[in-house]
């Protein structure tokens, strides 16, 4: 076994080279010598490889005297939930999310769906692996793993608690699942109400993922979005969503095809949710904050920046009872659903504000892409993790090189700076200022760029090329087109600035 699967918050790498079955056996066991837990949901996702993966980790829990309580064929905040549900002390799920499908791993939480990540015994598991120091059980004689348990009407009931159904006005919308369960959700759970779904792309549960573009079950890959837009504007709908295989993560495509950066969204429910349910905090991850900030403070809320990653935002949720977390990458966390991350919840929400509101989704952000432009994550693959790390350390010591008056933010997750261009003309207004954000990424081998600026698209635009071709002569390999790539920029910043200046 690889023991490089051992990532910041779960388990990732290559079926049969990373790792082979028996290795999630010994992983079990060593969860189950470390946690000591009586009973643990089970489940996991689509994937070829992960019923068989979901066996050797039963076999391992049951030879270890642990109680299962088989979940099936799940999506990641469906285990949350059973978690709490059914009172578990513990959970897993056999997943590696959006990666393609010759990858596999495993989420594993404590009781209360709380987290298991490096600072919170994932490593502990890991060096009881390397250090051979399982303590061996004598076997009882094997059990046979349980049935399914159904829970799908609890978690739908749990679903539907986070919004009024009846408060939902006649939408048109397109739905993509990338061949996750996601599609089959959210069927069930928009039956009743008068959402149509006029188009539906890959809503079919498939762990091959040959069908969708690259084998990519991402939606922020840019083939990805493509086919999301075009589906949009294909059936004139009124907004898109599209999930990742494991359903944990959601984006939203608006009436014209553009997709919403996962800033502007957590910065529509943070302002939502607090001015619903009073004054608290608000989490959100470094990469683009500016949107998010003045949502939150316009709000009489307290903003709160944290490393990004799944199992830091939850144990930062716990420990501040923050109201709601939202991260860039989708991710969006909700106090009443454990502070988990959860897929579906952000549908029904923003279902629900388009409706109360008699709004549009472009309406809702345009004033926010033109008020807190961003340049969306930027990925850059090198050739080893040592040259990743070179190019790292090189942009930190040229800092001056990309402008004036910069000022160093505290390294909660990379490196972040903000700078101001100087121009008094600008700087009234706050306009002229501008941020990046580089990291490396928790998941696969990349440093992650985002970059904002205040007002000013085409300094974003120009920022942005700049820190990238300094990346580029590192040995980065650009893996993301810049949105402005694309002929559709242009006129999409005039339809935006027109409407923006109309209200």
């Not at 739908?156 to 369960?181: E, P």
């Not at 919403?260 to 683009?288: H, N, S, W």
């Not at 009489?300 to 199992?311: E, I, K, M």
């Not at 100087?422 to 928790?442: K, P, Q, T, V």
């Amino acid at each position: 076994m690889n023991l490089d699967i051992f990532r910041a918050y779960d388990i990732r790498g290559i079926f049969g080279v990373d790792f082979e079955p028996t290795d999630f056996y010994e992983i079990a066991r060593a969860f189950a010598d470390r946690f000591q837990p009586k009973i643990v949901a089970l489940g996991h996702d689509v994937r070829e490889s992960s019923s068989q993966l979901f066996q050797q980790v039963a076999a391992g829990l049951i030879d270890a005297g642990i109680n299962i309580l088989n979940l099936g064929q799940i999506s990641t905040d469906m285990l949350y939930f059973s978690v709490v549900h059914y009172q578990t002390d513990g959970g897993i799920i056999v997943s590696a999310s959006h990666n393609p499908a010759e990858y596999n791993g495993m989420k594993l939480v404590r009781r209360h769906a709380a987290p298991i990540s490096a600072d919170t015994g994932l490593f502990d598991i890991r060096d009881t692996l390397k250090n051979s120091t399982l303590s061996r059980k004598e076997k009882i004689h094997r059990r046979a793993i349980p049935e399914p348990v159904p829970f799908l009407g609890a978690y739908l009931k749990h679903l539907s608690s986070f919004t009024d159904l009846q408060k939902l006005s006649s939408k048109r919308i397109v739905i993509n699942a990338n061949s996750g369960l996601a599609g089959q959700i959210a069927e069930h759970l928009l039956a009743e109400t008068p959402i149509q779904i006029c188009e539906r792309l890959f809503t079919q549960p498939d762990g091959t993922f040959s069908k969708i573009p690259a084998g990519r079950p991402d939606p922020l890959r840019p083939e990805n979005r493509e086919l999301t837009t075009q589906a949009v504007k294909r059936t004139k709908a009124d907004l898109a969503v599209a999930w990742d295989a494991d359903a944990d993560r959601c984006f939203f495509f608006d009436e014209n095809g553009a997709f919403v950066e996962g800033c502007y969204i957590t910065a529509l429910f943070a302002e939502k949710l607090l001015q619903e349910k009073g004054e608290g905090t608000v989490i959100f991850d470094p990469r683009a904050v500016w949107a998010v900030e003045n949502a939150v403070v316009s709000a009489n809320g307290t903003p709160l920046l944290n490393r990004c990653g799944h199992s830091f935002i939850k144990s930062r949720m716990r420990e501040t009872g923050a109201r709601f977390a939202g991260e860039a990458s989708g991710h969006y966390y909700f106090k009443e659903n454990f502070y988990a991350d959860n897929g579906m919840i952000p549908l029904l929400l923003i279902l629900e504000y388009l409706s109360v509101n008699r709004t549009s989704l472009a309406e809702s952000v345009d004033r926010l892409r033109c008020e807190y432009p961003v340049s969306g994550e930027i990925n850059f693959s090198f050739e080893t993790q040592h040259h990743k790390r070179d190019a790292m350390e090189a942009v930190q010591q040229e800092i001056y090189a990309f402008g004036n008056h910069p000022c160093i933010e505290m390294p909660i997750d990379g490196l972040s700076i903000r700078f101001h261009t100087g121009l008094r003309s600008l700087a009234a207004n706050g306009h002229g200022n501008w941020r990046f954000n580089l990291r490396e990424s928790n998941t696969e081998p990349l440093l992650r760029l985002n970059v904002e600026s205040m007002g000013s698209e085409n300094l974003l635009i120009e920022q942005t090329m700049r820190i990238s071709e300094k990346l580029q002569s590192l040995g980065g390999r650009r893996e993301t087109k810049f949105r402005w790539e694309s002929g559709v920029l242009l006129k999409e910043q005039s339809r935006r600035k027109k409407e923006h200046l109309r209200r």
